[in-house]
């Protein structure tokens, strides 16, 4: 089980097709993974000062710390 105390960030991306590619090589070796998605609101000022709201959406990836370097190795292999 993963808790906020024995965890270890090991993928961050604003994709979620990359962020989901990664999660299934990890799973793929049998090791438990969670993904968070954190979503925040980006605005910009245009020239007349209006402003348009942009969704900013993060995907982090995370595993049991003793996991970690295991998850590593698997979400850089190469695919056939």
């Known amino acids: 089980m993963i808790t906020i105390f024995n965890r270890c960030e090991v993928y961050f991306s604003l994709s979620a097709e990359k962020a989901s590619k990664m999660r299934s090589r990890i799973t793929s070796g049998n090791v438990e993974c969670l993904m968070t998605r954190r979503s925040f609101e980006r605005s910009d000022r245009r020239a ?9 959406i993060e995907y982090r990836l995370y595993v049991h710390k ?15």
């Open 48 to 56: 007349r000062g209006t402003v348009l709201s942009k969704p900013l």
């Open 66 to 80: 003793k996991d970690a370097e295991i998850a590593q190795f698997l979400m850089n292999q190469k695919e056939f």
